[in-house]
């Protein structure tokens, strides 16, 4: 699921634009919370009119949570992952807006925080947002069984092909632990399609996929070491 996310004004705006149905066959606000009024575009002028006795202007936090294009996701998994973003932002408990939008049977959603803490009247701090919202991403296609897109993968492996055997042992001299070795086996996993690709995958970056005497097929590393594949990619 691509998580695209910013911070920002423009309340009303913002609201208007989630509601057109030009563009989605059908729209839904699916949830609105710690706001006074239940209405959308009253909610989110609600949050502008709060933001003045700051001194924040992107009193916004909106997120935009996109599942792969030929999956059919669940509601229940949308707010899974609207919940950790929640909660790896310190925004629990804030004002927010949930809103679905529908086009040719396929559902995306977007959720919106306020960032003003009414107890305190500041805005909450969103360090690193983008490189918590990355992680979340790749642990939603993993978790879900989808094919990961390459640009969610590690800067490093983003091409199975540019990992040579050379570069795996330079990265093993570096440091590469024990987590490190399972992430780069969950992301050869999540971005192949078949068998023969999550080989091919392996292969490129010095593992070989051999079925093994008692734990089915297993990756095998440059010295010898030998992974459950099972185990790994769970």
Known sequence: MILKASQRGGGKQLALHLLKTEENEHVEVHDIRGFVSDDLVAALKEAHAISKATKCKQFLFSVSLNPPPQERVDISTFEDAIARIEERNGLTGQPRAIVFHEKEGRRHAHAVWSRI??????????????????????????????????????SREADPRNFTLAEWHQAKRMGLGARDLKSLLQECWAVSDSPAAFSQAL????????????????????????????????
Not at 211 to 220: E, K, L, M, S
């Open 203 to 234: 292969k490129a970056r010095g593992f070989t996929l051999a079925r093994g005497d008692r734990r089915g097929h297993v990756a095998i590393s440059p010295e010898g070491e030998v992974f459950s594949v099972a185990r790994a990619v769970v």
């Open 117 to 154: 803490d009414a107890n305190t009247m500041t805005a909450k701090n969103l360090p690193f947002f983008k490189n918590k919202l990355r992680d979340l991403s790749r642990e939603l296609y993993m978790e879900n069984g989808w094919k990961m897109p390459r640009g969610l993968m590690n």
